[in-house]
Structure formats: structure tokens, C-alpha cells
């Protein structure tokens, strides 16, 4: 499976993002997929997470009620609907693939099997 993420930018602080991950090969729909991101200076952090067939979702506390994550299997695709966005939001966000969404929530990042390159988003005060 190969992971292309994309839908950053720039936007003011309040507005909205959605990102997209692409994947390609037929095992998609067989994988948790989630995103991670990583600010200037921080270390990468957990944020999102959604089960093979998009029942289970999880959020990290920082996220929640804010970040909606979603899949559509016929499209081999994962979004990141992000609303409310904080400058606190800015960094560069990177889609993952994993077995189970264990690795996810427990920020397991050596448990992931696919990883994308990042898309940025900065969020402007």
C-alpha cells in the first residue's frame, strides 16, 4: 500500500482544513488508518485514527470535537475533516497504516506499516 497525503494550506485561525490520503494496491480496505502530525521543534503526535471498515474512530483530546476522520473504501481514501483550527494546529500531518488501531492510540509508531509523506497546514493567528 502506498499513502499520498494532501489538502493542506494555509488558513486563518477558526477556519477549515480536509485532508485526504490516497492509497493505492487492492488491501486498503484490510487496514486501520490514521494521521499523525509533527510541529516545528515537537516531537510527532497522535491524532486520529479509523478502523478498517470505519466503525471505530479515535481521537486524541487535543483533536476532539474538532477533527472528524473518515474513510470511503470504493475510493481507496482516508479525510481529516479539520475545523476550528488553533495555530497550535500547525504542522505537517502524515497519513499511516497499521493492522489494528492499537498501534494508533497507543502512538505505537514502529507499529504502523505504511507511512505517507506529510502535508502541511498552517494555521495563522
Known amino acids: 500500500v502506498q499513502l499520498q497525503a494532501s489538502g493542506g494550506g494555509l488558513v486563518q485561525a477558526g477556519g477549515s482544513l480536509r485532508l485526504s490520503c490516497a492509497a493505492s494496491?487492492?488491501?486498503?480496505?484490510?487496514?486501520?488508518m490514521g494521521w499523525f502530525r509533527r510541529a516545528p521543534g515537537k516531537e510527532r503526535e497522535y491524532v486520529a485514527a479509523?478502523?478498517?471498515?470505519?466503525?471505530?474512530?479515535d481521537y486524541a483530546d487535543s483533536v476532539k470535537d474538532r477533527f472528524t476522520i473518515s474513510r470511503d473504501n470504493a475510493k481507496n481514501t482516508m479525510y481529516l475533516q479539520m475545523n476550528s483550527l488553533k495555530p497550535e494546529d500547525t504542522a505537517v500531518y502524515y497519513c499511516?497504516?497499521?493492522?489494528?488501531?492499537?498501534?494508533?492510540?497507543?502512538?505505537?509508531?514502529?507499529?504502523?506499516?505504511?507511512w505517507g509523506k506529510g502535508t502541511q497546514v498552517t494555521v495563522s493567528s
Open positions: 479509523i478502523s478498517w471498515g470505519g466503525g471505530s474512530t
Open positions: 494496491g487492492r488491501s486498503f480496505s484490510n487496514y486501520a
Open positions: 499511516a497504516a497499521a493492522q489494528t488501531l492499537g498501534p494508533f492510540i497507543g502512538s505505537n509508531y514502529y507499529g504502523m506499516d505504511y
